[in-house]
């Protein structure tokens, strides 16, 4: 049977911290869905199909890393897609407090989902989204922290 994981995240936009942890995960799994949920309530600084665009252009020669878009439980879309590891990257102590309950809570709802924790290397530590888009709202160059295929699609 054919291992599954999903790489879920809001993606705006994907960083090479996200990268660093993709590429390390593609040797685990036969396949890897890098799922965007969508969350009505919440702003998002590029739309959801630049987010998807940006992602396949970075892994077009690749694939085992695919994309996808997903409303409501992380766990039911596991469970919709045959999948039964989540992937999850880990920067710090605070990434690592947050993270365990929803482990946790997500093993309860579902107890054939184990979530795989990979730590960042230190080098991509302090690479959030958050930041890159404060960067980037303010004119900043943006272009050493995501992958070369978003910032050329960003830039066409
Ligand atoms: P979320 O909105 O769920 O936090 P993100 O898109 O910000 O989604 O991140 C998705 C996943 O990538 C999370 O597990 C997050 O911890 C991880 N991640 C983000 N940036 C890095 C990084 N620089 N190094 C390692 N993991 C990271």
Redesign the pocket.
Known sequence: MSKIAV??????P?????I??LQRAVPLFDEIIVA??INSQKKYLFSLEDRLAFIEATFEDEPKVKTATYKGLTVNFCKDIGAKYL?????SNL?FE??KPIAQLNSDLHNAIETI?????PQ???????IIREIYKNDGDISQFIPEAAWKLMNS
């Open positions: 790489f879920p995240g809001s993606f705006d994907i960083t090479t911290g996200h660093d942890i965007i949920g992937v999850r990257g880990l920067r990434d947050y993270e924790f990979l730590i960042t290397q991509y530590g302090h690479i959030s989204s958050t």
